[in-house]
């Protein structure tokens, strides 16, 4: 009986020991995310927690007709950085006439919180990305001169002007045509390709004497490449 029970302890020593070994060994821990510490990594982090606003560029009091932009602010009686991001649209030549501003504290841990916001809301075309920092390729028709003489200071009237409904066509190396879309009525587009080495060829518009040449453009994953375009109306 002994010699019984000896076994059959064995055995289910033998049985638990290969259940043992055949389980997956444990996740490794996520490691923590890298603390915040310059305004550089408040600003990514705001990002991060909005994909639209990817690509934003930080304010200029000098720049006419700058709609999107971000401030970074220490806080150091909290430890936090306060970014403040707006969002304009609407004849941002003169201002905008509509904006969206937030303010949101972003602490040493990277935890961001919105302090305040107001504003309406914002349509998908005045976004700095409105396809979230996806993959492929966005840019920006514009048109110009709009006057015939070049005016010190520059006269916000006299700014390029977007060039809606524009075709714009992407091809590979090959020279195949590989997308084909339009331009919106704030002279934006976006063409959601793979991958790759490609060219940018915008296609002629009616009214414009000039059309903008082919663009060669390298598209990385996650990363929306860019890729502006100038039309010429022919004013002199």
């Given at each position: 009986m002994t010699t019984i029970r000896a076994v059959l302890l064995t055995a289910a020593i033998a049985?638990?020991?290969?259940?043992?070994?055949a389980l997956p060994p444990p996740p490794s821990p996520t490691p923590a995310p890298a603390p915040v510490t310059t305004p550089e990594?408040?600003?990514?982090?705001?990002i991060a927690a909005e994909k639209r606003l990817t690509g934003i560029a930080p304010h200029d009091p000098d720049a006419i007709g700058q709609a999107n932009w971000y401030?970074?602010?220490?806080?150091?009686?909290?430890?936090?950085?306060?970014?403040?991001?707006?969002?304009?649209w609407g004849d941002c030549q003169a201002q905008c006439i509509n904006e969206h501003v937030w303010?949101?504290?972003?602490?040493?841990?990277?935890?961001?919180?919105?302090?305040?916001e107001a504003g309406p809301p914002i349509p998908e075309e005045a976004w700095p990305d409105p396809k979230g920092g996806r993959t492929g390729i966005r840019g920006k028709a514009l048109a110009g001169p709009v006057c015939p003489v070049e005016r010190v200071?520059?006269?916000?009237?006299?700014?390029?002007?977007?060039?809606?409904?524009?075709?714009v066509v992407v091809r590979d190396a090959s020279g195949a045509d590989v997308d084909r879309t339009l331009t919106g009525a704030d002279g934006t587009y976006f063409s959601a390709v793979a991958p790759g080495a490609y060219v940018v060829e915008a296609q002629s518009v009616d009214g414009l004497l000039g059309t903008p040449g082919p663009?060669?453009?390298v598209v990385r994953e996650g990363i929306p490449s860019t890729v502006d375009l100038s039309y010429d109306t022919g004013i002199r």
């Amino acid at each position: 009986m002994t010699t019984i029970r000896a076994v059959l302890l064995t055995a289910a020593i033998a049985l638990i020991a290969a259940g043992c070994a055949a389980l997956p060994p444990p996740p490794s821990p996520t490691p923590a995310p890298a603390p915040v510490t310059t305004p550089e990594d408040a600003i990514a982090r705001v990002i991060a927690a909005e994909k639209r606003l990817t690509g934003i560029a930080p304010h200029d009091p000098d720049a006419i007709g700058q709609a999107n932009w971000y401030e970074v602010k220490r806080a150091s009686s909290v430890g936090a950085y306060v970014v403040t991001v707006r969002i304009g649209w609407g004849d941002c030549q003169a201002q905008c006439i509509n904006e969206h501003v937030w303010h949101q504290a972003v602490s040493p841990d990277g935890t961001v919180k919105v302090v305040s916001e107001a504003g309406p809301p914002i349509p998908e075309e005045a976004w700095p990305d409105p396809k979230g920092g996806r993959t492929g390729i966005r840019g920006k028709a514009l048109a110009g001169p709009v006057c015939p003489v070049e005016r010190v200071p520059p006269d916000p009237a006299c700014a390029p002007r977007p060039v809606p409904g524009a075709v714009v066509v992407v091809r590979d190396a090959s020279g195949a045509d590989v997308d084909r879309t339009l331009t919106g009525a704030d002279g934006t587009y976006f063409s959601a390709v793979a991958p790759g080495a490609y060219v940018v060829e915008a296609q002629s518009v009616d009214g414009l004497l000039g059309t903008p040449g082919p663009q060669n453009v390298v598209v990385r994953e996650g990363i929306p490449s860019t890729v502006d375009l100038s039309y010429d109306t022919g004013i002199r």
